[in-house]
């Protein structure tokens, strides 16, 4: 079984521009998550899709940041513009559904340095 | 408000010498308490979900409890390769964020032959 796939990997900007992100999920997992993890601390969640609507973005700093899942399937995140303390591991994890039952399988994560 | 605190932040400890880990949670309505494994530049690995008091599960050399205040990862006889971030993470019965795992900060595990 494919785990969570992310890209890119590793990017660096300066304070101000935008960048995105991308995860594709684990076939047939309806529940999508994205988490920013600070060097030195867990992952925060920023924001959760069933499907391809969203069920809590409470965290989600939604004047620099917007997501979107098409179609189910696929996601991007996007900050813009980035502030310096944006640095961090944004982490893509999907599971089957919301339930505590069924387990969160994390991607490698894009490490971002914003300069 | 609800807190995820982990003890101790860092440990080493040299190959075959037994010790345990320590999460403690002050949260309202816990659905699951989740313990992860991180390696460097990589995501989180599932390791346990436990449920309600009482409850133990193992796995290989780790084995998870659970009391109403906190949880403990024992490692029996660690390896090198144990070395690694051990994270722990709670659930919480609440609809609107269900699915939300709230993590603490992690131990960073070194085990030396």
């Known amino acids: 079984e494919a785990g969570v796939a992310q890209s890119p990997r590793y990017k660096i900007i300066e304070k101000r521009q935008s960048v995105a992100f991308w995860c594709n999920p684990i076939?047939?997992?309806?529940?999508l998550y994205w988490y920013q993890q600070i060097l030195g601390q867990g992952p925060k969640l920023l924001i959760q899709?069933?499907?391809?609507?969203?069920?809590?973005d409470s965290q989600l700093p939604k004047d620099r940041f917007s997501a979107e899942r098409l179609k189910g399937v696929d996601s991007t995140l996007k900050i813009q513009p980035a502030k310096l303390e944006d640095s961090a591991v944004y982490l893509c994890a999907s599971s089957l559904t919301r339930d505590s039952w069924n387990e969160q399988f994390f991607g490698p994560g894009t490490r971002l340095t914003v300069l | 408000e609800d807190q995820v605190t982990q003890s101790p932040e860092a440990l080493r400890l040299q190959e075959g010498e037994s010790s345990s880990l320590n999460c403690s949670y002050t949260v309202s309505g816990l659905r699951g308490l989740f313990w992860y494994r991180q390696d460097p530049g990589k995501g989180p690995e599932f390791l346990f979900t436990?449920?309600?008091a009482g409850e133990e599960k193992e796995k290989e050399r780790l084995k998870a409890t659970l009391t109403k205040k906190e949880s403990f990862l024992h490692i029996t006889a660690p390896k090198p390769e144990d070395s690694a971030t051990y994270l722990c993470?709670?659930?919480?019965?609440?609809?609107?964020?269900?699915?939300?795992?709230?993590f603490g900060r992690g131990t960073q595990l070194t085990v030396w032959p």
């Open positions: 899709f069933q499907n391809n609507g969203v069920v809590d």
């Open positions: 993470a709670v659930q919480l019965d609440r609809g609107s964020t269900l699915g939300r795992l709230y």
């Open positions: 436990l449920y309600s």
């Open positions: 076939s047939g997992h309806a529940t």
